[in-house]
Structure formats: C-alpha cells, structure tokens
C-alpha cells in the first residue's frame, strides 16, 4: 500500500495509519493493494481531504478485529472524506463523525460481528452535517444495523443533503448481535429536535432485516426526503423466529418494510412479504404538518397490510 506522497509500506493495520498521518493536513491519496489486510486497531481520519481506494470489493478486503474500525475525532470533524473501492468484515464498521462533503462509493462490509452498525454517522448536540453522499454501497449480516444517522441520539443535530443510490441492506440483525433494535437503513434516530432534510434514496433495497427495512423513528423533523425505486421485502425476521403474533400492536410494530415515514415523498417503490407493515405512515404529533405522499407504489404480501391514514396517494 502507498500514498500519494510516495510513501510504501507494507500492508498492515498500523502501517495504514502512518500513510495516513504522512499526508498531514494538506490531505491526499491512498492507495491499498490486492488482497487482504487484517487491522486490530482503530484508523483514524483526522485530517481533512484524505480519500482512501481500494481495487474493489472483490479485491481489497480489511479483516477488522477487537471491535475496531475507522472513525475520527469529534472535536474537529474533517471535511472532503472519500472511501471507496474495498471490503470490510470481521468485528469492525465506519463509526464516523462526519463533517462536510464525505463520499462512500464502492464499499461492502459483509459478516459484521461488531454489536454495532456497519455504517454509523453522528455529530454532537447542535453540529450539521452537509452533503453526505453513498453510492453503491452495501452491508450484508450485521449484527446490527446497516446504516444509521444521529446515533446516540445528539439533540439539535441536523443533516442536510444526504444521497443514498444503489445502497443496499441484507439480514440485518443477523444473529441478533444487537438486541431488537436492529433495521436495514435507520435514518433518524430519536430526538424530537434532530432534523434530516434533502434526503435522496434512490434504488436501495432492504431485505430480511431483524425489524423494519427502512425505518425513521417518529420524532424527528424531516424535510424534502424522498425515495425513488426503492424495495423493501422479507423484514421483520423477528416475528418469525420469535413466534409473535403479527396482529399484536406493539410488538411487531417495527417489522414493516417502511416504518415512520411521515414527511417522505415515495416514488416507484415496492414493500411486499414484510411481517408487519408495507408502508407504516402517520402523523406525527409533533409535526403535524407531515404526512406521506406516494406515486406508483406497491405494497402487497405483506402481514397485516398497510398503516397509512395520513397519506396522500
């Protein structure tokens, strides 16, 4: 592995931290090679414009272990982050503290043991996060779940400008390393003052998550979130193989293949053979200004078909 300072290293968990570290505050490439890389340390991002590449996920692999990962400091987010083109497994994820202009293209993190998310975005109370964008990324058996925003749950948080496209999130809760709460996308953490505004998530898929496949929890603010040719189907594994009644309120309520999705615009998307919900969609009592609107979807198959009172269709 090298960086675009012509620094070579043999490839290694430290010796990735020092390529990193070598390009300093000015930022820059690094370039890892075929082939595996096992990694028991954190890597850390403190630097802004440092751009990580691999060959693809067939080709570049890290084996994290000791529940390590990438991540970098709260107090001084970078800006103009890129990963792309590698594969992550073992007990590792993206913990990440993100400032402006981060990209995720190319990246697949299978077989997660880590009891956390595969991909995991906060800021501390008040911060914003702008433009954070993922393209072709995909998360296969977490113990948790896929992706998540704003958690622990910062208050006041706000991310503007997020794209998920050709994203996908398969058998998340796997194992149920992570308890009940585990989804394939979990967009909005709880806090009724986080707000999630230009969302964008275009051809993504959730499947076989333990609870719901795309998910928002009710209280936060959502504005101008759309979703466009996205499927959810086959979520809600805890119904299943807990053997609960699909009919009780409470306890599979988050077994929908959406879930909390007030205040989302849905174009061209599917939700079928979901143990709870196809699209689980109402007013929130603290925005009551939010409803779901839909063109040209389909929910079909699914356990108790859908919840959607305050929709317009």
């Not at 620094?7 to 890892?32: E, F, R, T």
């Not at 009940?180 to 998550?209: Q, Y």
């Amino acid at each position: 592995m090298h960086n675009s300072n012509g620094l070579y290293l043999k490839p290694s968990g430290d010796n990735l931290q020092v390529l990193i570290d070598d390009l300093g505050s000015s930022g820059g490439d690094i370039w890892l090679q075929f082939g595996s890389v096992e990694v028991s340390r954190w890597i850390y991002l403190n630097n802004s414009g440092i751009r990580i590449h691999g060959w693809g996920p067939r080709w570049t692999t890290l084996v994290f272990f000791d529940d390590k990962g990438f991540t970098n400091s709260e107090s001084n987010p970078p800006n103009d982050i890129l990963f792309e083109g590698f594969k992550i497994t073992g007990r590792g994820n993206f913990q990440m503290i993100p400032g402006n202009n981060w990209m995720f293209n190319n990246i697949e993190t299978v077989d997660i043991t880590k009891s956390k998310y595969a991909f995991s975005f906060s800021r501390s109370d008040g911060q914003t996060v702008s433009n954070l964008i993922l393209r072709d990324c995909h998360t296969k058996r977490t113990s948790s779940s896929g992706f998540c925003l704003n958690d622990p749950a910062s208050s006041g948080v706000i991310f503007d400008g997020v794209l998920f496209e050709n994203c996908s999130a398969s058998y998340a809760g796997y194992g149920m390393g992570h308890g009940n709460w585990s989804v394939g996308f979990d967009f909005a953490e709880a806090d009724k003052a986080f707000i999630i505004k230009n969302l964008s998530v275009i051809r993504c898929t959730a499947d076989h998550a333990w609870e719901s496949g795309f998910h928002f929890e009710t209280e936060p603010h959502k504005y101008n979130c759309y979703f466009e040719d996205c499927v959810s189907y086959a979520n809600g594994r805890k119904t299943i193989e807990l053997g609960l009644n699909p009919l009780t309120p409470r306890a599979t309520i988050y077994c929908s293949g959406f879930f909390g999705t007030m205040g989302c615009t849905f174009i061209n998307c599917k939700a079928y053979e979901n143990t709870k919900y196809g699209f689980w969609c109402s007013t929130n009592p603290e925005n009551p200004q939010d409803h779901g609107v839909f063109f040209n979807c389909r929910s079909y198959n699914n356990g108790v078909g859908d919840y959607n009172p305050d929709c317009v269709s």
